[in-house]
């Protein structure tokens, strides 16, 4: 049986997308073993599950694949998504900004810094992969680094300084630093027995799982008022 899921990049990333000769296409299509059908004129792409279609969560991977591209990764970086460990994470800055196209312009160039500074500093810091593309900030990374990634992002749109904002991220490299080292010396923790834990507690995590989801699954804004050129690391 086939499975197709859809999805619709803006029209100026479909290029990219099927890259020179349609090498990026191939290339998603030999890595998740989907078929993929892009529509240039529209922006409209159809995932289709094939033959050869060994992993439940290929179809998955290449709709995350295709959205990191289509909000500005490059696509050497979007295939990264291949790995399991790690996530693509788009925060739509209209949720903080409202609709004033100043205000939008204001805050993208907060987070990129003078000089691209800032943004630098949190991909060096955090080891996120960061595009500021359009209404959006995108960032592709582990899980842990994703979340602190968008705490210092919070912190900014919410007003923070600068200052406030790199000693934050000065303190949460060190704790990173710190569980990698402990991580070397213990090993990786078994993560069946994490989740084994998880589940003899009582608390109930239906909810935030399904607003997660609704939120990492949710298509892009369609209006191109503020298509541009990416900024991504």
């Known amino acids: 049986m086939v499975n197709t899921e859809y999805l619709k990049i ?11 000769n349609g090498k990026i296409k191939h ?3 030999i890595i998740t073993k989907t078929e993929l059908k892009i529509d240039s004129d529209t922006g409209n792409i159809a995932i289709s599950s094939t033959d ?13 694949m295709i959205k990191a591209i289509g909000r500005g990764f490059n696509p050497d970086i979007a295939l990264t998504l291949e790995n399991d460990d790690l996530i693509l994470e788009i925060i ?17 160039g907060r987070i990129i810094g003078k000089n691209g500074r800032t943004r630098q500093i949190m991909h060096d810091m955090l080891d996120v992969e960061i595009s500021i593309y359009g209404k959006t900030v995108s960032l ?9 990634a968008r705490e210092a992002i919070e912190m900014i749109l919410e007003g923070s300084r600068q200052k406030t904002v790199y000693a934050y991220l000065e303190k949460m490299h060190d704790k990173l630093k710190r569980k990698e080292f402990d991580e070397m010396v213990n ?8 989740l084994r834990e998880d589940l003899d507690t009582d608390e109930d995590f239906t909810d935030a799982e399904e607003d997660y989801n609704k939120n990492a699954i949710s298509e892009d804004d369609e209006d191109n008022e503020f298509e541009e050129e990416s900024e991504t690391l």
């Open 10 to 20: 803006p029209k100026d990333r479909v290029g990219v997308t099927i890259g020179k």
């Open 27 to 29: 290339q998603l299509e």
């Open 52 to 64: 050869e279609t060994d992993d439940p969560l290929a179809i998955w991977k290449a709709r995350y």
């Open 92 to 108: 739509n800055l209209q949720d903080y900004v409202g609709k004033s196209k100043k205000a939008l312009v204001r805050q993208k």
């Open 140 to 148: 592709i990374g582990e899980i842990e680094n994703i979340q602190m």
């Open 187 to 194: 090993g990786k923790p078994d993560m069946k027995d994490i």
